[in-house]
């Protein structure tokens, strides 16, 4: 089974601060993906990257920045937190770019900032 | 734009029903969907996924049925089981986009026992 593995499940953080959600994938995945989940609106795609140092902005890279410096770990970067990006952020993986395969999910991290 | 809605937001149903789930999507070039199940604290769990040259596709207690003319989809559990209880999502995406899915917002299923 695919295991994606989130860092941290719950994190609170001040405005402000450099916040770092890391996310590492055990199946040998081409393709990662940050995602935010806010209620009422769904998964939006942050970031996302095709392979090692490569990145590609999503529909809202406002704010975040990412790095993927080896295959198997994408990180998540705010720059400097502010409370709009309180919100549960959701990584994924998934194989290389049209297979058509599903893309597999972590089980989140829930960050508040304050 | 991409725009993947669902017709119900929340749906009730007895344990030992059948549910039904719906989605629609707005792309004509769509060619691969899935559904999703969140649980609450979990992240989202792939549950089945169909192609566009398929229009149903049959896995344990899930049914999926793509309809390409008027850009539906659906997913219907047989047997609907407490464990069930969940928000379903459905997902889609096209040539044009390459890795990037369109999720849908979801629809909370809660089975009474």
């Known amino acids: 089974d695919v295991k994606v593995t989130q860092s941290s499940r719950y994190l609170v953080k001040r405005t402000g601060e450099k916040v770092f959600l890391e996310c590492v994938q055990d199946m040998d995945h081409e393709n990662m993906f940050w995602y935010r989940q806010d209620p009422g609106l769904g998964l939006r795609l942050i970031y996302f990257s095709y392979d090692v140092k490569m990145k590609e902005k999503g529909d809202i890279p406002e704010g975040y920045s990412v790095s993927r410096e080896k295959k198997e770990r994408f990180s998540l970067i705010l720059e400097s937190a502010s409370t709009n990006q309180t919100s549960m952020y959701l990584c994924?993986?998934?194989?290389?770019?049209?297979?058509?395969?599903?893309?597999?999910f972590g089980d989140g991290t829930r960050l508040s900032i304050l | 734009g991409e725009s993947v809605g669902l017709h119900l937001p929340t749906l009730s149903v007895q344990e030992g029903d059948n549910s039904i789930i719906n989605c629609a999507y707005s792309?004509?070039?769509?060619?691969?969907f899935i559904w999703y199940k969140q649980e609450s604290g979990k992240g989202p769990q792939f549950i089945i996924d169909i192609r566009s040259n398929m229009d149903k596709r049959q896995g344990q207690r899930v049914t999926v049925l793509l309809n390409k003319t008027v850009k539906h989809l659906s997913l219907q559990i047989a047997a609907t089981q407490p464990g069930d209880s969940a928000v379903y999502f459905c997902a889609e995406t096209n040539p044009n986009t390459g890795n990037q899915f369109y999720f849908g917002t979801g629809t909370s299923l809660t089975v009474i026992p």
């Open positions: 994924a993986s998934s194989p290389l770019a049209g297979s058509n395969q599903p893309q597999h």
């Open positions: 792309n004509s070039a769509s060619d691969y």
